[in-house]
């Protein structure tokens, strides 16, 4: 039995439809349990997950993203289930192999197998994701989504760094003693923040018992901290987007997002009228102005760096320079920025662009068009009952918010190379391959068979 797909891709679909087991088929019945249990496991070792581990020359949340990556690969060889139709999982599965070419016939291939390998990891994980959905465990994975995320948090508020340590410099775009936590800057600690914001709102609106109200409700309260606290502006305005967004398309979040939106402006605003030299809130406020001139900071090197990403792209126009390839190709004499050249340039679509090439940002095109049309069926679906086989309306929409707070912060960062916040995003790219093949709450008339239920009341992870 076959599943719709909201792919407009012909061929795709015809693949898709001529595979057909259904998503979860075989996965209740021959390994739906330990495959809920191993993606629980990668969420519940974030705040270790940059930790190396010795002999596999991997980071903890890669090698725990391993287990259910060849759990899924196991259903998939023994023909237990099929692909999903999902535009999100095509962008990203076609990315995997552009990655391939590009590393083959890039600047360093050596270089960028460590990428083309965790690629893989983190597609199986995303896939292992969508097997491993019921309806309803969505509820339990974003609840323990953001426990986890709290615990990471005030990992960050109780470090080294301190609240009185922090300074403002060069008018507000430097500061100094910033919270990391488990982190390697700030800047991952706020986007880290920022994705779970949304998902925070939704979990808490809708706890169902004042245990779990309590328990959210500390975790929310350390990651606004620590997402305030991180300094970063890009994770400021991704958060930002991110509710708002929210806010428009889930009537049931807008009276608790009204206070939030009312706190958060009341103190923004008393930041920005208090001078600098004022604890924590006048940093923020010298923080808060330096959006209205970023080019305060005489130190920022960000447009050379911009500058040598285009001149690689240009060279290398295609497949790019090969994954992790940028700061190689920066190395060499025709880079102007030779001397010390970056790791990344600082830029989702242009680390993208240097490193795979157009045809890489045509395939990250896919995946942004997968999460918006998901976006718009589930927003236009309207409140309502929830089809059986589909995971719920706000939480799903929550999970699509949290992606626009990455892609919005990537605009001015690209801090998804660390291993903790690359292994919230796959969960929530995984997240949002489900909700895309799922469809909306009130998608057709007639419920998507979802064989092999678990037994009624049971929970399994996402």
Sequence with gaps: MSLPTLSPLPGYRAVVLDRARPLAGGAGGVGGRPLALAVALVIVVLPFGDTAVPGAGLS???????????????????DRIG?????????????????????????????????????????????????????????????????????????????????????????GSVVLGRLTGPFAQPNELGIFCAALLPLTVVALVSAGSRRRTVVLGLAAACLVGAWAMSMSRGAWIGGVVALVGLAICEPATRRALAGVGATVLAAAAAAVVL????????????RLRSLGDPTQNQYD??????????????????FGVGPSG?????????????AEPADHPHDLALTI???RGVVGLALGLVVVAG??????????????????????RARSLAVLAALSAVAVHCVFDM?????????????????????????????????RPVPNHPPTGERRPW
């Design 60 to 78: 903890l949340t890669y090698v725990a993203m391993a287990v259910p990556a060849l759990l899924v690969l196991r259903l998939l060889v023994l």
């Design 83 to 171: 692909l999903p139709p999902s535009l999100v999982f095509l962008g990203l599965a076609l990315s995997v192999a552009g990655g391939v070419v590009s590393a083959a016939t890039g600047v360093d291939p050596d270089r960028a197998v460590p990428s083309v390998v965790i690629s893989l990891l983190t597609l199986g994980y995303g896939l292992a994701i969508v097997v491993a959905f019921r309806p309803g465990s969505e509820v339990d994975a974003i609840d323990l989504l953001v426990v986890v995320g709290g615990v990471v948090a005030a990992m960050a508020l109780t470090s080294v760094g301190s609240a009185g340590a922090l300074q403002a410099a060069e008018g």
């Design 275 to 286: 001078p600098a030299s004022t604890p924590v809130l006048g940093v923020v406020g010298a």
């Design 301 to 318: 090197d960000r447009p050379l760096i911009w500058a040598e990403a285009w001149r690689q792209a240009s060279e290398h126009p295609w």
């Design 326 to 338: 940028f700061k190689v190709a920066a190395g060499q004499t025709a880079s102007a920025i030779s």
């Design 353 to 355: 662009l240097a490193d």
């Design 371 to 392: 999460c918006v049309l998901a976006a718009r069926r589930q927003a236009l679906a309207g409140p309502g009952p929830v089809r059986p086989g589909a995971p719920s």
């Design 415 to 447: 801090p998804l190379r660390n291993p903790i916040v690359a292994g919230l995003v796959w969960t929530l790219l995984g997240m949002a391959m489900t909700v895309e093949a799922r469809g909306a709450p009130d998608d057709g008339d007639a419920p």
